[in-house]
């Protein structure tokens, strides 16, 4: 079976990587799925292309194979787009999911119900040994809910209703999620590349 790297060492976001390549008979491999000890990559970029093209290309040039970054987040309108980049330590360090969604509900909690809207974004990096690195941005739109509902997905998925649905996204099966979230809206405009693998 055709193999492709996600540089990514976030359960959540390989199972649905590995969903998606699965539909194309890939196997996604993240960072937790290889022998090697692989060294955390520092995201010291200033925006999620910059993050994106730091984990792709580090651990590229690592392996010396083609590798897929993802780097997403959350934006909040009436919080000025936050977290936005610094949506998986929003809560401090060590990234907690539990404590973001904490902090996000708190400092909307005087934020009316028409004023909670909000999109994910999803960057995608390409990086392949000798060529330029290439980016593919997706965003699903949604409003934030004023408690935590659904058991799947991870990240900020239960605090966010997407447009269109009277859920959250973590109510959501991952089928459904994957019609529709950011990461979709990334990865199908990656289908020419898929083909080459
Ligand atoms: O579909 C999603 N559903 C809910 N939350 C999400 C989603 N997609 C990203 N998010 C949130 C989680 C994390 O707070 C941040 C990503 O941060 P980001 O640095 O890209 O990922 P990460 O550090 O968890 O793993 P890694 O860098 O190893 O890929 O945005
Ligand atoms: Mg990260």
Known sequence: M?????????????KEFKEFFAKKSIEAL??????????????????????????AEQISSLLKIPVLADDSGLMIDALDGRPGLFSARYAGEPKDDKANIKKVLEELKE???????ARFICVLAVAIPGEATTFRTGY?????????????????????VPEGYDVTMAELDSEEKNQISHRRNAIIQLEKWIHTL
């Open 2 to 14: 055709k193999q492709i790297i996600i540089a990514t060492k976030n359960k959540g976001k390989a």
């Open 30 to 55: 993240s960072l937790l799925d290889l022998d090697q000890a692989i060294p955390d990559v520092e995201e010291t970029g200033s925006t999620f292309e910059e993050n994106a093209a730091l984990k």
């Open 111 to 117: 934020v009316s119900e028409d004023k909670r809207t």
């Open 140 to 160: 699903c739109e949604g409003k934030i809910t004023d408690s935590e509902k659904g058991e799947n997905g991870f990240g900020y998925d239960p605090i966010f």
